[in-house]
Nanobody, 112 residues
Framework: VQLQASGGGLVQAGGSLRLSCLAS?????????VDWYRQAPGKQRELVAS??????AYADSVKGRFTISRTNSGNTVYLQMNNLKPEDTGVYLC???????WGTGTLVTVSS
């Protein structure tokens, strides 16, 4: 299984981006939880959002602004990011908990 993140870019504060995490080789349905993390320069990797078969969860810093979702087929997990702030800048990575599989990252840069 490989996870490929995409959708990052440069956006002004207050803007929106939608990140995608595409699984190849096996459906996400096999993995109960999928996470989005972000790695900001000089900071520890931070768990931003998680989705399981029954619910989703968010870091306090993104609640009300970010939404995690998955397709019915289970092949793709999205992270819709609205009202972006400069502190949201970082490399965003998706992660499947079962198997501890990390995807490639996608860079999000929010300018003030």
């Amino acid at each position: 299984v490989q996870l490929q993140a995409s959708g990052g870019g440069l956006v002004q504060a207050g803007g929106s981006l939608r990140l995608s995490c595409l699984a190849s080789g096996r459906s996400f349905n096999r993995y109960r939880s999928v996470d989005w993390y972000r790695q900001a320069p000089g900071k520890q990797r931070e768990l931003v959002a998680s989705v399981s078969s029954s619910n989703s969860a968010y870091a306090d810093s993104v609640k009300g602004r970010f939404t995690i979702s998955r397709t019915n087929s289970g092949n793709t997990v999205y992270l819709q990011m609205n009202n972006l702030k400069p502190e949201d800048t970082g490399v965003y990575l998706c992660h499947a908990r079962i198997g501890n599989i990390w995807g490639t990252g996608t860079l999000v840069t929010v300018s003030s």
